[in-house]
């Protein structure tokens, strides 16, 4: 894998990537967080999701990460298709709220970490949700998903640092 594969495969999950730092921001700014679950716990008695996946932050997350994509491609119509977006951010939501709901069922309390799920199972369902509904492109090979999983991992902690000395998070990871 060269640096333009990885560059070009950067491109690709950026919606994800937007999809899923938006809601931080949101929420924020909305001052207003209406929790998916409804404050409804799961029959084992813990919270289903937690108070940090809300309504806001899925529809500003899909919304941030499709708009992103939608002006991506109209500048590089190659790389990926509006569908290919819309699925890239929604995905993006659903692995972050997918994450959520193991975490409760893990007993850890929101805002405790989940090392590697945390980073990583955002992107994950973002492109199991492509490659299921659209298949992935061929170009986007095995390396460049590698490469993508590791600086993820990176990209998450040092973005959640960032968030972390802005105030827009209470925790630095």
Do not use: C
């Not at 929790?35 to 084992?44: A, Q, S």
């Not at 108070?51 to 190659?78: C, H, I, Q, R, Y």
Request: proline share 5%; aromatic share 14%.
């Amino acid at each position: 894998m060269d640096v333009n594969s990885f560059l070009h495969g950067l491109g690709y999950v950026f919606p994800a990537y937007v999809s899923n730092a938006t809601p931080v921001v949101a929420v924020k700014l909305l001052k207003k967080a209406t929790p998916i679950d409804g404050g409804k716990n799961f029959p084992d008695g813990r919270r289903i999701l937690g108070d940090g996946k809300t309504f806001e932050g899925l529809v500003s997350g899909v919304s941030a990460g499709f708009a992103v994509g939608a002006a991506m491609n109209f500048l590089f119509p190659w790389l990926f298709s509006l569908l290919e977006v819309f699925l890239l951010s929604l995905g993006a939501m659903v692995g972050d709220i997918v994450g959520a709901f193991f975490k409760r069922r893990m007993g850890l309390k929101q805002g405790s970490p989940a090392p590697v799920l945390d980073q990583t199972g955002f992107l994950a369902a973002a492109l199991l949700l492509v490659h299921l509904l659209t298949g992935l492109p061929k170009w986007l090979d095995a390396s460049i998903i590698a490469a993508l999983f590791v600086f993820t991992v990176f990209m998450h902690l040092a973005t959640n640092g960032f968030a972390y000395i802005v105030g827009l998070k209470d925790k630095w990871y």
